[in-house]
């Protein structure tokens, strides 16, 4: 019997990234769940759960490291008892910023309906509620591996655990359990209709060459031997680098390449004003960054523009848009605080927060549907007196702080 990793987010990332990794390893398998909808379950059970990836310039491969995948609104119970079985040795999710149900200074948010539904019923809908649960039932050793684009991710998901733990009194036994920190990286677009008519298969995935996974060395107990992943003891300075390079000028070029009428990024980055401005922001955000040379981080940001540019991606700017007010604290604010703090000029940073503030006022004014978890209060703040200033409070960021950029 191999051993088992239960993976909690079985979208495109996690099926271009996490599961190419263990695969290659073949000696784990996954057991898949999905929070909300069936339609992952639905398009891969018809297929024992395999998938076609491609991975630019390879063969397309077949992944068939997925035991199955349970969707947890169908029977809770059944999730909370994949957690506590022996048989798992890590948790680990994607399930995106806002799957953490957090507030912005990332704590559990006890004012979430969802978190205070899930903390009177053993039957929750939530991640933190299915860990907590499960982790209340776990007699043997788990790792919890978190896989999303948050800074300290395993620190963050175990305190909002314990948050939740301590609230609906359960009793967990916090030596068996460990939450490594860790940076995953591989660009993933959204599958395209040309994606499934070219592999002819509805649940295909494509991702770029390139990937990294950098992961603490902290489980709880065995981890698989995953090739090409660094183990090591402190993921910080690798998240800070992907976060404040990486998404950050992800993120700039999605509000600027939106506002500027493209649809890809890569049509983005080939504009040669946004260009040099996303440039110009990872050249602000590599000042931030501790034990490299100006050379590495140059090397580095050169390397990413290169990535960004790959036509073939098919990469939409709304895809990176989503979510903007709970991504842009991590992948702007952190590096302007500290640039702040030293009295560093930022005006790419600066400028990323107003075309992410214009973004929103075009949103409204078009009467879209903004795809952010405070779209509500981005409304309100767009049609109030001073829509900048109260935008900026959404993402936590002081005016002393700008002030000093
Ligand atoms: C992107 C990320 O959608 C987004 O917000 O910035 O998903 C990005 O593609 C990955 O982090 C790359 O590893």
Not at 372 to 397: F, G, M, R
């Amino acid at each position: 019997m191999s051993k088992r990793i239960l993976h909690i987010g079985v979208g495109n990332f996690f099926r271009a990234h996490m599961a190419d990794y263990t695969q290659i390893e073949g000696t784990w398998s996954i057991l898949g769940i999905s929070l909300r909808s069936a339609a992952t379950r639905d398009g891969l059970s018809k297929q024992s759960y395999d998938y076609t990836l491609r991975i630019q310039g390879d063969a397309d491969k077949r992944i068939t490291v997925l035991e199955s995948v349970l969707v947890a609104p169908e029977n809770p119970l059944l999730v909370i008892t994949a957690v506590a079985d022996p048989e798992t040795h890590i948790v680990s999710l994607t399930v995106t910023e806002k799957g953490y149900t957090l507030t912005p200074d990332n704590r559990l948010d006890l004012n979430n309906l969802e978190v205070l539904e899930d903390l009177k019923t053993n039957c929750p809908k939530t991640a933190i509620g299915f860990l907590a649960y499960g982790l209340a039932r776990r007699k043997t050793p788990l790792t919890v591996l978190c896989c999303d684009n948050l800074s300290h991710n395993g620190d963050i998901v175990s305190r909002a655990v314990h948050d939740f733990a301590k609230a609906a009194e359960l009793e967990i036994d916090w030596t068996k359990v460990s939450f490594p920190n860790s940076m995953v990286d591989r660009i993933t677009p959204a599958t395209t209709d040309d994606l499934r008519d070219s592999t002819g298969d509805i649940m295909a995935v494509a991702t770029e060459p390139f990937s990294e996974w950098v992961i603490e060395d902290l489980f709880a107990g065995p981890r698989p031997n995953w090739a090409n992943v660094q183990f090591v003891k402190d993921v910080r300075p690798h998240e800070r680098r992907k976060l404040r390079m990486l998404n950050g000028a992800h993120s700039f070029l999605s509000y600027a390449g939106i506002l500027a009428g493209y649809e890809f990024v890569h049509q983005a980055v080939g504009d040669a004003q946004l260009r040099r401005q996303a440039h110009g922001l990872m050249r602000e955000a590599a000042q931030t960054l501790v034990d490299v040379t100006e050379e590495q981080t140059e090397a580095y940001a050169l390397a990413l523009l290169k990535r960004f540019e790959n036509p073939d991606l098919k990469h939409r700017l709304r895809q990176i848009a989503m979510d903007g007010s709970l991504k842009i604290p991590y992948r702007w604010c952190d590096t302007l605080r500290a640039l702040s703090s030293r009295r560093k000029a930022a005006p790419n940073l600066k400028l990323a927060l107003v075309r992410w503030t214009e973004f929103c006022l075009a949103e409204v004014a078009q009467k879209s549907i903004l795809q952010d978890p405070q779209a509500k209060e981005i409304n309100i703040a767009v049609t109030s007196q001073n829509p900048y200033e109260v935008l900026l409070k959404l993402v936590d960021i002081e005016a002393s702080v700008l002030d000093n950029v």
